[in-house]
């Protein structure tokens, strides 16, 4: 079942949950590090209590450390899924996005991000957003930065999808979504697939009670859809991976031992 969503002006509320380690607190936390998107390259975050050094490591033979900065404060790769796939690059490798840790103890008041080229580990931009926001995926242009809010304290598995304006520096006033919902989904985020140089984001979500649904976002037009799994709802969840295949004209849904579970056709966005 579809269930497409475009950007309407609403006031948001957010992403996914703690993680299957921790199971508590809306956010996934950081990730150890991310590879670009050729491969050659790894970027960490290493935090102290009043610093963080981020580490841009070539990898294959003679692995090398090729730049690196120290930045004031405590930051991090963010992670995008609770089984720790790590966020925060542009598809086209030039911009890296860095969060804070989540606290895992409620809804913040604020939350800060930091926009770095990779060229130069140089910050380029500092966003401060009144709120509880998590980074979710960036657009091929690296204009739109978009990021995943909480705001119900009663139910911080709630979520919606903002958009981030990074050339004007605001938040869009729109939220992303479902038409004839209220405007809140509710989920885990376990994988993520992406296709067409970014353009698509597929995330995987675990509902906890129900059948698992995949958000297909847009990060050029700015919308999404929905795309219920009914017939996968007797399975593990936490196992399944998505992937994309090599013509990129279908997304798989796997289970862990590599099977089939469903198929989507990417240009309908149906399942199979």
């Known amino acids: 079942m579809l269930r497409w969503i475009s950007l309407a002006v609403t006031a948001g509320a957010a992403l996914v ?6 199971g508590v607190g809306p956010w996934p936390g ?9 491969g050659q390259l790894r970027y960490t975050a290493a935090r102290s209590e009043a610093a963080t050094v981020v580490r841009a490591v070539r990898l294959g033979s003679g692995a090398a450390v090729v730049a690196k900065v120290t ?4 930051w991090g790769i963010p992670a995008i899924t609770s089984t720790g796939v790590a966020g925060g690059l542009s598809p086209d490798g030039r911009t890296l996005v860095l969060s804070e840790p989540a606290r ?3 809804l913040r008041s604020t939350s800060k991000f930091l926009v770095l080229s990779t060229r130069t580990l140089a910050v380029e931009r500092k966003i401060a957003l009144p709120g509880e926001f998590g980074f979710d995926a960036l657009s091929p242009d690296r204009r739109t930065m978009f990021v995943i ?8 598995v709630a979520y919606v999808v903002r958009a981030y304006d990074l050339a004007s520096d605001r938040l869009l006033p729109g939220t992303v979504v479902a038409k004839g919902e209220t405007g809140s989904m509710r989920g885990y985020p376990v994988s993520r697939a992406t ?17 698992p649904f995949i958000h297909a976002l847009n990060t050029v037009r700015r ?17 399944m ?14 289970s862990g031992e590599g099977q089939a579970l469903a198929r989507v056709d990417t240009k309908t966005l149906r399942v199979l």
């Open 17 to 22: 949950g703690a993680g299957v380690a921790l």
């Open 30 to 38: 950081l990730a150890t590090g991310v590879r670009s998107p050729d």
């Open 223 to 239: 919308s999404a859809v929905c795309i219920d799994l009914p017939d996968v709802a007797e399975r593990d969840v936490w196992t």
């Open 71 to 74: 930045l004031d404060g405590a």
């Open 149 to 156: 809010q909480h705001r119900k304290r009663a139910d911080l």
């Open 104 to 106: 895992y103890s409620g």
């Open 195 to 211: 296709g067409n140089r970014g353009s698509w984001v597929y995330t995987l979500y675990n509902r906890g009670n129900g059948a």
């Open 241 to 254: 991976r998505l992937a994309l295949t090599p013509d990129g004209r279908r997304l798989l849904v796997r």
